[in-house]
């Protein structure tokens, strides 16, 4: 049996399982102190929420409502998140790393800044100027491949999946790599909230993913494989696009048997995995309120409709704490264990049960579209106890292009 939201708050405050790193408070002010542990923990005994909003500056809504929640199991940490504020534009990414923390650390260090320089230069954000700046991270990574192969050889079966949102002059962006998220609640004709997803998921497990791979290699018979009821590329890896896992796209990174889990038997003679994203855009409607961007941690145990009627169901400060709660409140049913045994597990061990989940939850203020409103220009991090200045400054002119050839928008 699985427990409520106050059970919970109270099990997170009597264990180590959820600490003040591991389900992060970001409060964003212009005076911004980090709590110490002991007036985090009192604040959560006195507060109805365990997670702090984003707030305005994360962009959109100026009731001071967005936020962004992180939930560990790995032993380390892989998942990396960011949220960038500029005058005129927000960027969310969503970096759910396999194999270790090296991929995703790296698109949180580089990608932001790649997309900012392309955008610049261009002047334009569009869809081209974000596969631009996913191709230049990839290249990235694989230069730090190869410089660390000869010593540190794994570093080739590290990866990461890659979702990105860009809000410029009222018109959204999304490019996606893996199966995290983006999911759009918005009000339909009958005034009820409906969910939209604007990703694809690449992952095995659907067969629109395993037509793709066998018609793009056909005369490989173990392309898809099901392995311990579960399909995997090669046998090996679910997704089927990513940042990183170089062994599974360049020859020259291939693992030899002495990493048993990654060794291919056949050379590699092209890459097996993909690093071009899927791409949505569309102009926001009066009607759309809100937007979720989370790892597939979270979808593993929630609908997207589940997801979308919670956030509009419930207060707005706080809801990616609540998103977090539903989706291990599930994993405990799921796994029929208790909250009470879940928490006596140490971090690796409690994967068994569910991943690492990270949730960014954004309101959308049309108000702010129509009157060209501004925020101070934040970097937020999840997981990392700091907010700092972001050099997100798209210029007020820049020009914003669409495409009517977008993948993931219906």
Known sequence: MCINDSALINCILGSSYVTARSLLAIPVKKNFVLLDLENYIQRLLTASSCLRPLGRYARMNKDDDDSLGVVQANEVLEDQSQVETGQHATFVGVYDGHGGPDASRFICDHLFH????????????????????????????????????????LIAAIGSCCLVGVICKGTLFVANLGDSRAVLGSINRLNKIVAEQLTKDHNASFEEVRKELRSLHPEDSHIVVMKQGVWRIK????????????????????????????????????????????????????????????????????????????????????????????????????????????????????????????????????????????????????????????????????????????????
């Open 235 to 410: 046998g090996i890896i679910q997704v089927s696009r990513s940042i990183g896992d170089a062994y599974l796209k360049r020859p020259e990174f291939a693992l030899d048997p002495s990493f048993p889990r990654f060794h291919l038997h056949e050379p590699l003679h092209q890459p097996v995995l993909r690093s071009d994203p899927s791409i949505c855009t569309r102009v926001l409607q009066p009607n759309d309120k809100f937007l979720i961007f989370a790892s597939d941690g979270l979808w593993e145990y929630l609908t997207n409709e589940d997801a979308v009627e919670i956030v509009h169901n419930n207060p707005r400060v706080g809801i990616a704490k609540r998103l977090l709660i539903s989706a291990i409140n599930q994993a405990c049913k799921k796994r029929r264990v208790t909250y009470n045994e879940l928490k006596k597990y140490d971090k690796g061990v409690r994967r068994r049960v569910h991943d690492d989940i990270t949730v960014v939850v954004i309101f959308i203020d049309h108000e702010m579209f129509e009157n060209n409103g501004s925020v101070p220009e934040l970097s937020i991090r999840g997981f990392v106890d700091t907010v700092g200045p972001s050099n997100f400054n798209f210029p007020q002119g820049i020009d914003v292009k669409q495409s009517v050839l977008s993948e993931g928008c219906s």
């Open 114 to 153: 790649n997309l900012i320089k392309l955008a610049r230069d261009n002047g334009t954000i569009s869809e081209d100027i974000l596969r631009n700046a996913f191709s230049e991270t990839e290249d990235g990574f694989l230069t730090l491949v190869r410089r660390a192969y000869e010593l540190k050889p």
